[in-house]
């Protein structure tokens, strides 16, 4: 059972990138996940997050109307489509997946969540 994200790297501030995060072990469809970030010195934070079955979704403030969530089922993956990327958006990158709570509670409160995926680091250069 585990979470593989994947995707980040460096890319300049006006720049895109897509991360991805794939499942195995257990079915995305009976749980919501999400995307959250660590920038160094700083707190996790929820980024955006997506119910169960896929139509609901949750954004951060920072990130609205630039970073886009999505969940297929066919691959057992979410992704997070990231664009307009300015340089506070650096930050190691990790997904989870949780079998209790809605999106929006999910983004707010992470905390004993059923599975966290390894990080992935997107860095961007003003």
């Known amino acids: 059972v585990q979470l593989q994200a994947s995707g980040g790297g460096l890319v300049q501030s006006g720049g895109s990138l897509r991360l991805s995060c794939e499942a195995s072990?257990?079915?995305?469809?009976?749980?919501?996940t999400g995307w959250f970030r660590q920038a160094p010195g700083r707190e996790r934070e929820g980024v955006s997050c997506i119910s169960a079955s896929g139509a609901t979704t949750h954004y951060d403030e920072s990130v609205k109307g630039r970073f886009t969530i999505s969940k297929n089922f066919n691959n057992n993956t979410i992704y997070l489509q990231m664009n307009s990327l300015k340089p506070e958006d650096t930050a190691v990158y990790f997904c989870?997946?949780?079998?209790?709570?809605?999106?929006?509670?999910?983004?707010?409160?992470?905390?004993?969540?059923?599975?966290w995926g390894k990080g992935t680091l997107v860095t961007v250069s003003s």
């Open positions: 072990g257990f079915s995305l469809q009976y749980y919501t």
């Open positions: 989870a997946a949780d079998s209790r709570r809605t999106s929006n509670v999910l983004c707010r409160d992470s905390s004993g969540v059923d599975y």
